[in-house]
């Protein structure tokens, strides 16, 4: 068996935490690790369990790649990267994996998860694709559907042929139907029937026999994923899918393209306190709450404050006799919302779009594969950045046309590459760089290195980078 993590999402219903760039998944939005790093323990947990895995394959995008990277080099995982080099949704992504999968020499069945989901109970968990397993090695496709605990419309529902029953052992169901999104009154319904269950997008199904049914429900998008396989490179620990072949596949989701029109379709019922973390309540309501029903993480004051959610990123946040809100600080933006009322942040995020703000695709903190940069100050003419540079890590060689740039070092040791000139820095020491000279910084130490970066010149943007070589392959 071989977990395959979709990570493609860019969760911008946790705005302003959660962007483009650096979404929802690499984030501890519940707990200290992140969704990702989460995910990624739940499979080595259920590996123990079953002790039959290959390393999993994370499907992702070029934009993540080094953060997919670092992350599972944290929690000591190897996976294969495979990197989509434009989205086209979920069923094109799972058939890619499955062309990887098969090209192992075997036909594993895949186990697929997405990235930025909460499983509180692993037991369950396990249970329950322990009952996939058997299924999706008989021939079927499986997916996981969600016992409900309320009439949520924000979910689609699958209805089982049977009635669930969290007395019973576990089995899985022949699918009748998947329906969409319900409103209040027909999600009672459903909740009152008894056979109907949340679609949790999490599958389960022998390579082989998923890529048979994509070829016959939907050929474009199983041709164009395996002809971007057959034509895809490795690039560092990565794996690049063709993009003119991928960018030919219709976008379409696997419950679209294959789910709900194979006949071959079982549902195993899961009720393990799963929550895809959609929005900011949902991270309430998975999440320890003090006496007073309040989820507060980072520098916080609560006083006659109840059932709230109040997020302090980089400096003291207070709150003052207000009930059900959610408070979240970021370094560059602050949301206040109603706890009930978060379903319409995309709202917000439309008009940071149609405004071309910046904050809604980066955070003030922009990770880079050698470390990261915090952008402190900025003017017409300047701007000033703390940047840190990981041990053994190095910036590409480039150079500048509108900006010249001076760099003091405060703490660590550098390597500066100056034109033809190379040499060391340390602390309280500095150089200039002027515009047009080729240049590139190195921590060739043992620890991080940290110094100010400053910037003047007529253009500052991050477009305005010639690169002549790059550890990363970004020239």
């Excluded at 079953?50 to 080099?73: G, S």
């Excluded at 062309?99 to 909460?118: K, M, Q, R, T």
């Excluded at 409103?183 to 319904?189: E, G, H, I, K």
Aim: glycine fraction near 6%; charged fraction near 25%.
């Amino acid at each position: 068996m071989i977990p395959v993590i979709l990570s493609g999402g860019s969760g911008t219903r946790l705005w302003p935490l959660s962007r483009s760039n650096y979404p929802k998944q690499f984030l501890p939005i519940t707990e200290e690790k992140t969704l990702f790093q989460l995910t990624l323990e739940r499979i080595t947990k259920l590996n123990h369990a079953l002790d039959n895995f290959q390393n999993p394959i994370i499907v992702t995008n070029e934009n993540h790649r080094f953060i997919v990277a670092e992350q599972l080099r944290q929690q000591k995982l190897n996976a294969k990267i495979l990197l989509e080099p434009v989205a086209r949704n979920t069923a094109p992504a799972i058939a890619a994996a499955a062309e990887l999968a098969l090209s192992y020499g075997d036909d594993p069945v895949l186990l697929i998860l997405a990235a930025d989901h909460v499983i509180q109970q692993q037991e369950a968990f396990n249970d329950a694709v322990k009952v996939g397993l058997e299924a999706a090695e008989s021939g079927l496709l499986v997916t996981f559907g969600i016992v409900p605990t309320s009439p949520e419309v924000g979910y689609g529902y699958i209805k089982a042929s049977d009635t669930i029953s969290t007395d019973q052992a576990i089995k899985a169901c022949k699918v009748d139907q998947f329906v969409e999104k319900p409103d209040a009154q027909t999600a009672q319904q459903y909740l009152d029937q008894g056979s109907y269950l949340w679609n949790s997008g999490m599958f389960m199904f022998k390579a082989s026999v998923y890529l048979q049914e994509l070829q016959k429900f939907n050929s474009a998008i199983a041709n164009q994923a395996k002809e971007s396989f057959k034509l895809s490179k490795n690039d560092l620990d990565f794996v690049r899918l063709d993009q003119e072949s991928f960018k030919k596949s219709p976008d379409d989701s696997i419950d679209y393209a294959v789910m709900e029109k194979s006949d071959q379709v079982v549902v195993v019922p899961l009720k393990a306190n799963w929550s895809d973390v959609g929005a900011w309540k949902s991270v309430w309501e998975v999440s320890n709450k003090d006496q007073n029903g309040n989820v507060c993480r980072g520098d916080t004051i609560a006083v006659n404050t109840s059932n709230s959610l109040i997020h302090a990123d980089s400096r003291l946040v207070s709150v003052l006799g207000l009930d059900d809100v959610v408070v979240i600080e970021t370094p560059d933006a602050v949301l206040v919302a109603n706890k009930n009322k978060v379903q319409d942040i995309k709202k917000i995020v439309e008009k940071l779009k149609s405004n071309e703000r910046t904050e809604v695709d980066t955070h003030r903190k922009v990770y880079r594969p050698w470390g990261c940069y915090d952008s402190i100050d900025n003017g017409q003419r300047h701007q000033v950045k703390c940047i840190t540079v990981n041990p053994g890590q190095k910036l590409s060689l480039q150079m500048h046309h509108h900006r010249a740039e001076h760099w003091i070092v405060v703490s660590g040791t550098a390597r500066i590459h100056k034109g033809k000139e190379t040499f060391l820095l340390t602390e309280n020491e500095s150089v200039y760089i002027p515009l047009g000279e080729t240049h590139a910084l190195e921590n060739p130490g043992k620890v991080p290195l940290e110094l100010i970066e400053v910037q003047s010149g007529s253009y500052l943007g991050e477009d305005d980078i010639v690169r002549f070589e790059d550890l990363y392959g970004r020239v």
